[in-house]
């Protein structure tokens, strides 16, 4: 059976906040897709990435997720692990923040799935971020921040 890619080939989202799901998510996602979505940050903040506890990417195979994946580039876990490829269904809420002010994102599925997985939500927000160095200061002119040296 053949399946055409109802997915983004690449997705500029830079709204303050937004929600990412696989395909057809919460059913079952389809096969031969291969998805992106960069996420970036206004003024330099930087992003903190949400993955729901439902995730459900098809998982063959060992090792690092070769069948279908959700990938997470520029970031890291809250745990301090890095980001990268992730599949099956991790049952808790996977909290990523990116190391700048972007993301991206990247599913995909082979032809061995055949609509057995449902896939993932994830949801972005934008987070203020102050340069190491700086310290802000509320209700003052100008750009309300000072260097420290």
């Known amino acids: 059976?053949?399946?055409?890619?109802?997915?983004?080939?690449?997705?500029?989202?830079?709204?303050t906040s937004g929600v990412i799901t696989s395909p057809f998510y919460p059913r079952r996602y389809?096969?031969?897709q291969d998805c992106t979505?960069?996420?970036?940050?206004?003024?330099?903040?930087?992003?903190?990435?949400?993955?729901?506890?439902?995730m459900d990417v098809f998982e063959c195979g060992s090792g690092r997720c070769p069948?279908?994946?959700?990938?997470?580039?520029n970031g890291y876990l809250s745990d301090g692990a890095a980001s990268g490829k992730r599949c099956g269904k991790p049952n808790k809420i996977l909290t990523y923040y990116s190391t700048l002010?972007?993301?991206?994102?990247?599913?995909?599925?082979?032809?061995?799935?055949?609509?057995q997985s449902?896939?993932?939500?994830?949801?972005?927000?934008?987070?203020n971020f102050t340069p190491p160095g700086k310290c802000s200061f509320p209700g003052r002119g100008g750009d309300n921040s000072v260097s420290v040296q």
Do not use: H
């Open 1 to 15: 059976m053949l399946f055409f890619s109802v997915c983004p080939t690449l997705a500029q989202l830079n709204e």
């Open 30 to 32: 389809p096969n031969n």
């Open 37 to 54: 979505w960069q996420i970036t940050a206004n003024n330099g903040n930087r992003l903190k990435l949400e993955i729901a506890n439902t």
């Open 67 to 73: 069948c279908d994946y959700l990938e997470i580039q």
């Open 101 to 115: 002010d972007t993301l991206k994102l990247r599913f995909f599925s082979d032809g061995q799935n055949d609509f």
């Open 118 to 127: 449902m896939g993932f939500k994830a949801t972005y927000t934008q987070l």
